[in-house]
Every structure is written in C-alpha cells, then in structure tokens.
C-alpha cells in the first residue's frame, strides 16, 4: 500500500515558478514509477512527467519539456516538479501518481497507476 501526499500548489503570474512536492509511504516507493498528471477543469487528466522505477527516464509531455523538471529521491521517498515559465494553459489540479509494475509504454496512462494523491490546485494567471 502507498500513501501520496501532495504540496506546493498555488497562484503564480504567467511566467513564474512553482515546486510541487509528493512525499510516498510504503515500501516499493524506490522501485516505483512516479508521475505527475494534472487535470483542468472540463478535461480530463493528463499526463506530465514521470520517472520510470528506480530512476528511468525521465518523460514530459511535449509541452512541457524545458519548462518543468522532475526529480526522485529515493532515500526521501519524494517526487518533485519544479515547474519554470509557468503558462495559464498549466492551470489544473496537479496530481502524483504512483505504481511498481506498469510497463514503459504505459506511462502516460492514468488508468495503469494503481495509487494517487489528493491533488494540488495550481493556477497561472495572465
């Protein structure tokens, strides 16, 4: 079982920063895939970022590559987004996801994480 914790949200101009935190309880956090989706409202959630088990990776959406980074501290049990050159199109429910035995070409799909987060608002103003 994996708990996941996320902080770090907030309101920020167009072109500002954020860092998300998600801090992981449970065993299998080191050999876990650990993603970032976010979720605007009318749409629905998609993928951002992620680190494939131990340390793979990491993936972005398209959009995003450049601007964010995603980091994993395995001996933390924390899975961070340092978001730069934030846009108004960022603006969603930002959520962390978790699971140890999706495969590499599911990444991207929410339905494969077996554990998420409550999720974090950010909103980017323009």
């Known amino acids: 079982q994996v708990q996941l914790v996320e902080s770090g949200g907030g309101l920020v101009e167009a072109g500002g920063s954020l860092r998300l935190s998600c801090a992981a309880s449970g065993q299998s956090f080191s050999r876990s895939t650990m993603a970032w989706f976010r979720q605007a409202p009318g749409k629905e959630r998609e993928f951002v970022a992620a680190i494939f088990r131990s340390n793979g990776g990491p993936y972005y959406k398209e959009s995003v590559k450049g601007r964010f980074t995603i980091s994993k501290d395995n001996a933390k049990n924390t899975v961070s987004l340092q978001m730069n050159s934030l846009k108004p199109d960022d603006t969603g429910v930002y959520y962390c996801?978790?699971?140890?035995?999706?495969?590499?070409?599911?990444?991207?799909?929410?339905?494969?994480?077996?554990?998420w987060g409550q999720g974090t608002q950010v909103t980017v103003s323009s």
């Open positions: 996801a978790a699971d140890s035995r999706l495969i590499l070409s599911s990444i991207s799909d929410a339905r494969q994480y077996d554990y």
